[in-house]
DNA sequence: GTGGCTTATGCCCCTTTGGGCTAT
DNA sequence: GATAGCCCTTTGGGGCATAAGCCA
């Protein structure tokens, strides 16, 4: 309905602008490469001619002919406005050309001389139709593609076109599938946020990190005060081992995407930023893994165009995501040994396990058998642990020549994974967590990865200077809690892939910077998570928009966030070196169950939180904190930010049903224009829908605001008023008010049984509120009777309307009748319902119980006739085969006539036959009836069948 | 590049309480 | 003549959100 009506709004503009924006494809018929198009071999020029040639046939067709003539005209003007932004786009000719999609068609001419005014004779509406015209062309020779002859073109832009491109508007479907999209994208990165989360408590990999971080780190922990500015040595080392590459096309497990940037000291951000979480979680300190979800929009106009813009995007992001970009196809991996492998090489053996067939070919060397040596140790040290990681990764981290052992400057002990602070073993291997081995004698990892960088040819990747440091979105990073920052602590911001510590306020604008959106940052830990975009958001009024309802979001998150809390709480208590019974008894809550929450999932939620009520209390704190955030957003500095702000207003962006009361305070200008607090703001109704809501106007009370009626309204209005002799347009505004200006609906009681109504003679029911007092909605159908016979007073509730047949119509439901008949209504209504379900169930007995005497005397009388024919002269037992559709019909008809036959000697309507009749087998012979062997005439409505021994019988079919 | 402003467009809220004809 | 039931036809004005363009 709504349609038709914008339909019918649109048609008067639609015969213009409109419906060149809905012809994207023209046909032209002829068209040049626009670096070769002259005057006279213009696009309008052939468009024009050919027209022309169309007009002129038109010519005779009256008023179609004009219409025509406007169409045509109309086109052409947009092939005008396409030529002359082609010739605008010269330079891009090329390009212009690939988007055509030209072929060629050598019938068109006939068709566009003969073809196309015939279907406009036949169907005017047709010319609006088609959206590809055809028409004559010269010949002409217009590039590499084009042939000669008749051509069409089909535009799927063109520069103009963007003037007057359709805009993007979605419909409330289209919203609604977006909604979907986007809720089951977060549930998916929520997934996998919780599925990073998990492999960086992987002990497999702390394990190995450990062996990498120099020794003054591993105390880090057990600082009194931990602060960011303690984390920053750290970082930078981290920082300075791994390295960020461009992600790759290859399909493995996050766990042993891990190891493997673990091994090769490369990986995609997001795998570095989990680096880097794994490491500060072996390091004792209580961290999360913080994802920026970059979820599809909410919006689905935004959508179809995002994927354009987001693989753009994405490929920005890949480059400058590095942090120190020096890798050059994202399947290339440095870090490995001086081995001349060459790039294929080093993919294979990336991809494939060590006993692969690829590696088979190369003879084993010595280095080779002794790597093998250390894999089945390595697999020996890890089989008790209870890791996922895809050992095959491991396999691949140790290469056979790095098995002597080097003391780097520091007397640190190398290995493929950094310096390791082990145990020395008694053959002065140090011991890792793959087993003892040593590091590679000829050269070192830096030498190494010097020379894979020069290896790489520059033609391979994207050539970006060594060294240079292109800050990209940081998606991902870490939160460490340091509980020397504030007075209660404080979550610290790490990013480690771009080595930036407590920088939450630069996160943002570096996401914005990157055209990318922070509308979700999520902090993983413990299994669970939980929101952490306040931190993050100072303009939150930005992303408010492109976020899913907060109801939604928060009960999604609710779970989570408790075995978020449980879990940094678990950490916390590690990193304060206090034990489950101290704990205990500080707190005076922490059960033993709480240490074990995140490890026992039998473990219900709800003991979890009871037992570690300390921790949801620390995890109250950073909402209290985060919250405050909110409430302390800063003022935003363009005005229709103000539009939907949640805490701040201007005047001017207020709505027609909107005021502010009270007016102030002022919190500060935008643009010249008082701020004022959100609270402020009032929403305004009418009288009557203050009445709905169960308030009434208090006496003497003025409108808050008055609203003057459209002109066309008051004239409406005022020709009714002069109807009645009015004269008066003092009721023609709208007079609205304010809640402060309305007190509780008081009606009027009910007095005697009687129920006050309004002026209808009804009870309005738009919520309880609106009963009478003494009264009460009784939501049943057929009740008016009952009330009636009672003679007790009811009126009928109207409950809304609803739009029928082109207008509204109240809607009743039931009545309200004063409480004290309440009772004895519904009893009598109980009453009567048993007696209509008794009275239905007689019904339905006496119906069943005169089918089966039906049923019977059915069967008595053919048994009657069985033994009437079958003792007669014809000597035939009667079977009837079930046939469908005409079997019961024919089956009855045939009995009734029968019965007709006996009773009164008419065998009109039967009529048996015996065709070359068998006495011998016809005392015997049982007659069967089949469909095929039917013959019947409609005219006569009567049906012959047929058993094989010859006998026949007609029926009439009813 | 950003913000302010205007314009165009479409979704969606709000409004609101029948009447003529025919069979019984 | 009174009454009950059926059927007709399927609002539309305007606020508001939003996209896009223009300009400073």
Known sequence: MRTTRNQAKRQPRSTGGEEETKRPRLDLGKQKCVDSVDDNDTLAGISHEAVGKLLKRFNGHGSRGSKLQESFINRCDAINKLESGLKKKEKQTADECSNRNITESSSLKEKAEGGIPQQATDDDDQMDEPDWEEGPV??????????????????????????????????????????LVHKVHLLCLLGRGRLIDRACNDPLIQAALLSLVPRQFLKISETPKLTARSLAP???????????????????????????????????????????????????????FVSVLDVASLKPCVENNESVTKKARRTRRGI????????????????????????????????????????????????????????????????????????????????????????????????????????????????????????????????????????????????????????GAPLYWAE??????????????????????????????????????????????????????????MKWYKIASERINMKWWDAVLAPLKELEAVATENMLTRQEGLNKHEKTETIGMLGQSMLDCTSGPAKSLAECSIENSYGVSRSSLEDIELETRALTEPLPTNQQAYKNHPLYALERWLTKCQILHPRGPVLGFCSSHPVYPRTCVQVLRTKERWLREGLQ??????????????????????????????????????????????????????????????????????????????????????????????????????????????????????????????????????????????????????????????????ILTRQKLKNRYGDGSASQSVTYAPIPNVGSDAQVSGEKDAAKQTSKSQPRKLHVRKENQQPEIADEHEHVFLMDDQTGDEESSTRIKRCHCGFYIEVEVL
């Not at 510590?501 to 979700?520: F, N």
């Not at 007696?835 to 339905?844: G, K, P, T, V």
Request: include cysteine; aromatic fraction near 8%.
């Open 138 to 179: 010269n010949n002409f020779s217009s590039g590499n593609d084009h042939e000669e002859g008749n051509i069409t073109i089909e535009f799927e832009a063109s520069p103009d076109t963007a003037k007057r491109k359709a805009i993007c508007r979605a419909s409330a479907e289209d919203k609604e599938r977006a909604e």
């Open 234 to 288: 750290l970082v930078n080392w981290f920082h300075k081992y791994f390295h960020v590459r461009l992600p790759s096309n290859t399909e493995r497990s996050f766990e042993s995407a891990l190891a493997l940037a673990l091994e090769t000291q490369e990986g995609t951000a997001e795998e570095v930023a989990a680096l880097s979480v794994a490491l500060f979680r072996a390091l004792n300190l209580t961290t999360r």
């Open 320 to 471: 400058f995501n590095s942090s120190t970009l020096m890798v050059t196809t994202p399947d290339v991996v440095s870090g490995f040994p001086s081995r001349e492998f060459t790039s294929t090489d080093m993919d294979n053996n990336n991809m494939c396990d060590v006993g692969s067939t690829k590696q088979d070919k190369w003879p084993k060397r010595i280095g080779d058998l002794e790597f093998e040596m250390q894999l089945e140790m390595a697999k020996a040290a890890t089989e008790s642990g209870n890791d996922n990681i895809d050992r095959e990764s491991y396999q691949m981290k140790l290469p056979s020549n790095w098995l002597t052992g080097i003391r780097d400057g520091n007397g640190y002990h190398k290995t493929p994974f950094g310096p390791y602070p082990g145990i020395r073993d008694g053959n002065g291997y140090h011991k890792t967590p793959f087993g003892p081995y040593s590091i590679p004698s000829r050269m070192s990892l830096k030498e190494m990865r010097r020379i894979r960088r020069v290896e790489t040819p520059a033609s391979q990747g994207i050539s970006v200077a060594i060294g240079s440091r292109k800050v």
């Open 480 to 537: 460490v809690y340091c509980n020397g920052e504030n007075l209660t602590g404080k979550w610290v911001h790490v990013d480690a892939v771009n080595a930036i510590i407590d920088g939450e306020q630069k996160v943002e604008a570096a996401i914005v910077a990157c055209k990318t959106s922070l509308r979700y940052a999520v902090a993983f830990a413990g299994n669970g998570a939980k929101d952490v975009t306040r931190r993050y958001c």
């Open 697 to 858: 106007l208090r006496a003497n009370e003025l409108p808050a605001k008055v609203l003057k009626r459209s002109p066309k309204q008051n004239k409406e209005q005022a020709s009714e008023a002069d109807d009645y002799d009015e004269g008066d347009n003092c009721g023609l505004d709208t007079s609205l008010y304010g809640e402060w200006q309305t007190e509780p609906l008081q009606l009027p009681h009910a007095v005697d049984g009687i129920v006050p109504r309004n002026e209808r003679g009804q009870v309005d029911v738009w919520s309880e509120k609106c009963l009478p007092p003494g009264t009460v909605h009784l939501r049943f159908p057929g009740l008016v009777p009952i009330a009636e016979r009672l003679k007790i007073n009811f009126a009928p509730a109207m409950v809304g309307f609803e739009f029928r047949n082109g207008r509204s119509v109240p809607v009743y439901e039931g009545i309200v009748v004063c409480t004290e008949f309440k009772d004895a209504i519904l009893e009598v209504y109980t009453e009567e319902l048993e007696r209509r379900n008794a009275e239905e169930r007689r019904r339905n007995e006496s119906q069943a119980i005169s089918r089966w005497y039906q049923l019977l005397s059915s």
